[in-house]
């Protein structure tokens, strides 16, 4: 069931498109990603579908209700982390969690979503005074705090260092395991991988993929090695080796080569160079990445 459906949304500022006929829908109980450089559309397009922004044209519905007609309603029922949330320095935890329940008609017990996010110690401190992780913890806190179905989290992790990037990885896993549908933008490859079942993948205000990481990624592996062996041109010989089923292509340049192919294409390979006793090192195998298949998809480099 599609708790989300996004067609033909578009969006211009001062004669300049930032959004370009986007697309996608998100199913109940998944972390959906919206992947792309900076600069690509993402925040627009999250911030028309919680209704903070208004589309030019396009048709969104969350939870089958409209975020510009149906406002109020659409608001009451999802949680929203903004890409620049901040908080007054000297407001304690307890107190923006209490405010932050105001907001809804049938809230969440706050003092319940201290403990669950690891903040029951951090009551009564003021939010300069926390650490970033614990930032990140009360952000994910506020915006559950109104039992929502869906939560939107925005750059979640931009700035934090790598054990704190991971932890906040864990708590959003916990998220959807307590039954809320996350809606995740990031510009980090390694994030998206980790945390999301599908990925809509911006470039230039247009989705130009979806597919779950392992889909974008496709089964392409590499294999890199330098030649040690040299035929009579000096060149070293890897005649044969684009003829074997499993390889996709061979590149070169001097003694370096790079072969990619599926599958178990390493066993041909190394099976086929030791027949021909050619013999190679700095030999090492690398899985195709994001990165690689963004380049891909856009003939440019995720910047």
């Known amino acids: ?3 989300i459906e996004v067609t033909d949304l578009r969006k211009s500022y001062a004669g300049l498109t930032v959004l370009d006929g986007v697309s996608f829908s998100v199913e109940e109980g998944e972390i959906f990603g919206i992947l792309g450089p900076n600069g690509t559309g993402k925040t627009t397009t999250v911030e028309c579908v919680e209704g903070l922004r208004r589309p030019d044209s396009g048709s969104i519905r969350v939870l089958g209700l409209d975020p510009v007609k149906d406002a109020r309603k659409v608001r009451e029922r999802i ?8 908080l007054p320095e000297n407001i304690k935890v307890w107190e923006a969690l209490d405010l932050y329940a105001s907001f809804y008609a049938d809230p969440r017990d706050w003092r319940e979503l201290l403990e669950e996010w690891g903040l ?6 003021r939010f300069g005074k926390l650490s970033g992780g614990q930032q990140q913890r009360l952000f994910i806190a506020l915006a559950l705090v109104g039992n929502p179905r869906v939560a939107f989290l925005d750059e979640l992790t931009t700035g934090l260092d790598p054990q704190a990037r991971r932890t906040t990885w864990e708590l959003v896993k916990k998220v959807r395991a307590s039954g809320v549908t996350v809606v995740l933008v990031s510009h980090f490859m390694d994030e998206v991988e980790e ?4 990925v809509a993948v911006f470039d230039r ?4 993929a979806i597919d779950t990481p392992a889909g974008l990624v496709g089964g392409e592996h590499r294999m890199r090695f330098t030649l040690m062996t040299e035929d009579a041109s000096g060149q070293g010989d890897t005649a044969g080796l684009e003829d074997l089923p499993e390889v996709i292509g061979v590149s070169r340049e001097g003694r370096r080569v790079v072969v990619t192919g599926r599958g ?3 066993t041909a390979v190394t099976a086929h160079l030791a027949r021909n006793h050619i013999l190679v090192s700095d030999l090492r195998i690398d899985k ?3 990165d690689d298949a963004f380049a891909a998809l856009t003939g440019r480099s995720f910047e």
């Open 195 to 198: 945390l999301c079942d599908r």
């Open 79 to 86: 949680g929203v982390q903004l890409q620049q949330t901040q």
């Open 205 to 208: 205000g247009k989705v130009v």
């Open 264 to 266: 178990d294409f390493a």
């Open 1 to 3: 069931m599609a708790v």
């Open 120 to 125: 029951a110690d951090k009551r009564d401190a």
């Open 288 to 290: 195709r990445t994001l």
